[in-house]
């Protein structure tokens, strides 16, 4: 077994999922928390991530989000606002100008709403699975 296998194979005993919960920090991200803590503000300017945890001191400059959360979003409201604009214009047939405008606004606004939650989600799942900087050493 050479040096960096046998250094490998002793992370990985040494380096339980147990170490960091992935669920309650996603949930955390969600609420746009420290995944750490749960309580200092993860995002500061609508999607900057702050350096670091205002409670726990958390280094947060390594968070990698990059495309993940606005693909995230776009997956999730066409997949809700898809199948709804089929209900809507096959039950009530409203008028052309009106569901342009409703379903303008819905998906404006969802995706508005979903996007930092998104960014929240994914930071706090790297920092759970120890991606891109948030190492033992975090």
């Excluded at 040096?3 to 005993?13: Q, W």
């Excluded at 750490?36 to 900057?48: D, M, Q, V």
């Excluded at 979003?73 to 089929?86: S, W």
Aim: charge should be positive; aromatic fraction near 8%; glycine fraction near 8%.
């Amino acid at each position: 077994m050479t040096e960096s296998s046998a250094a490998l194979s002793a992370d990985l005993k040494t380096d339980t999922p147990e170490d960091r919960p992935t669920m309650p920090a996603v949930l955390r991200g969600w609420r746009c928390k420290c995944p750490n803590c749960g309580e200092g503000k993860l995002l500061h300017s609508y999607l900057k991530v702050n350096d670091n945890c205002s409670n726990c001191g958390l280094d947060l400059t390594s968070a990698r989000a990059d495309d993940g959360p606005a693909y995230l979003t776009i997956l999730l409201v066409g997949h809700i606002m898809a199948p709804l604009l089929h209900v809507v214009y096959f039950t009530w047939r409203p008028e052309p100008m009106v569901t342009f405008t409703v379903f303008s606004l819905g998906c404006l606004l969802s995706s508005l709403f979903l996007l930092p939650r998104m960014k929240g989600i994914v930071i706090a799942y790297q920092w759970a699975r120890r991606m891109h900087g948030f190492g033992k050493e975090s």
